[in-house]
């Protein structure tokens, strides 16, 4: 076959891929962190009494995780502007990561709100505090303590989803590697680098994540 | 925004469109088989494996789960041609999705084989069952209850997936609706398009897991 691996090349753009890698956590965490905003109030709406609430909130859940977030990407990108909403390469892509990822966090939310034990709400009014008291003091600390695994699995897989910013050409890692790869035809070992630094992103990431939980956890 | 004309082009590029559809879900369907067969192994692996060949299946899942997916489609698609095995993009398109389906499969396979109680393995030893026989009768009928609702999710997931084959050219339905706006200019009508298209083949699939929830749950 006639191949013989040179990594030459790659490490030369090695600074590239190491912008790009930077861009990518940085989309991910913009994305993630309105995304948590849309997710919290989705969540309460979900968890809401009046259908009024919770109807749109099943819907806008329902509507997002059933679409592809390339479609979403393309569309906010793409189309958006037709409405009159011309939003830069890194605005739309952030703004679908917030509204793609709020829909996965306002499950996860949901999930760790029906977790927190009622008596705790019935403790809380018992002492007087008002409902928002107990909402703020009482209810969102100990969910985000139960989501902490749900959300950082979350931050993960949008870490992910960064990659298809490169489908509007935004310079994140995956876009940087396919320069590399036109530019140099050094295509194994760009791969192979970029999967590697994809992986080791991840892994620290979740060892990250571990390591809040152990922080976090409730003393026994 | 002009409906007649959108009306008339999708008309006039309703045999592009269905076998746009028809590809998405040929492209689908192969991965989500194959990728099933493989995944089984790759979760009887982790489970049962003797100690060298569940490391194994241990690293090629995290190595798999740490990688966007999109860079598993340029990979196989540039990698393998590179080093000789020159696939076209649907096949090597098909080969991304497998591997991406197998690992999310083996890690649902393993995380409901290690869920049920070890007593029941015991109780089988017991009462003298070979692990085959305990695999067959026990393990295996109350493990599918978990691993199918999972399964239908990640079978809904792998058609978002395959949005991403569009990239290298593999002619499903984005890609065909991508083909028809850079003729009609209509982004905002062919990307909505696109996005209801999607939402309804996952909304069926999102309703059936559902169906299959409640049907594999334990009566109560």
Not at chain 1, 174 to 191: D, L, S, Y
Not at chain 2, 154 to 175: F, P, R, W, Y
Request: hydrophobic share 55%; with cysteine.
């Amino acid at each position: 076959m006639g191949y013989t691996l040179n990594f030459a090349a790659v490490w030369r753009s090695f600074d590239l891929l190491l912008e790009g890698l930077a861009l990518s956590l940085g989309l991910a965490f913009a994305g993630i962190l309105i995304g948590c905003v849309i997710g919290l109030i989705v969540a309460f709406s979900l968890t809401a009494k009046a259908p009024l609430w919770r109807r749109p909130a099943r819907l806008y859940v329902t509507i997002i995780r059933n679409t592809p977030i390339l479609v979403l990407i393309l569309f906010a990108y793409f189309a958006l502007p037709e409405l009159g909403l011309a939003l830069s390469k890194t605005n739309s892509f952030v703004l679908t990561l917030a509204i793609y990822s709020g829909a996965y966090l306002a499950e996860v939310f949901r999930a760790g709100l029906a977790a927190v034990p009622i008596g705790l709400r019935e403790a809380g009014l018992a002492i007087g505090l008002r409902e928002g008291q107990i909402r703020n003091s009482v209810i969102l600390p100990l969910m985000l303590r139960n989501v902490l695994p749900s959300l950082g699995s979350t931050f993960i897989s949008l870490f992910k989803d960064t990659s298809l910013a490169a489908a509007i050409a935004i310079p994140e890692l995956t876009f940087e590697a396919r320069k590399i790869n036109v530019e140099t035809f050094r295509v194994v070992e760009t791969w192979i680098v970029t999967c590697l630094l994809y992986v080791a992103t991840c892994a620290a990431l979740a060892a990250l994540i571990r390591y809040a939980e152990r922080r976090l956890a409730i003393p026994r | 925004m002009e409906f007649a004309a959108f009306f008339d082009q999708a008309w006039a590029a309703r045999v592009a469109i269905s076998k746009g559809l028809g590809t998405t879900v040929a492209v689908s369907a192969v991965a989500i088989c194959l990728g099933t067969i493989l995944g089984v192994g790759v979760g009887l692996a982790l489970t049962y494996g003797v100690r060298p060949l569940r490391w194994l299946a241990r690293g090629y899942t995290d190595f798999i789960r740490g990688t966007p997916v999109l860079v598993l489609v340029f990979a196989s698609y540039y990698v393998l041609g590179t080093v000789g095995l020159d696939l076209p993009p649907f096949e090597a398109g098909v080969l991304a999705l497998t591997v991406f389906c197998s690992s999310h499969v083996g890690e649902i396979v393993r995380g409901a084989l290690q869920a049920i109680p070890t007593g029941q393995t015991e109780a089988a030893k017991a009462i003298g069952l070979t692990f085959a026989q305990t695999f067959a009768y026990v393990l295996a009928p109350q493990a599918l209850r978990q691993i199918l609702p999972a399964w239908v999710n990640t079978a809904a997931e792998m058609v978002k997936a395959s949005t991403l084959l569009s990239i290298i050219g593999v002619g499903e339905l984005l890609l065909r609706i991508q083909e028809l706006i850079s003729r009609t200019f209509l982004s905002l009508d062919f990307y909505f398009f696109a996005g209801v298209l999607y939402f309804a083949v996952n909304y069926a699939i999102e309703r059936f897991g559902r169906y299959v929830e409640r049907r594999s749950a334990l009566p109560t």
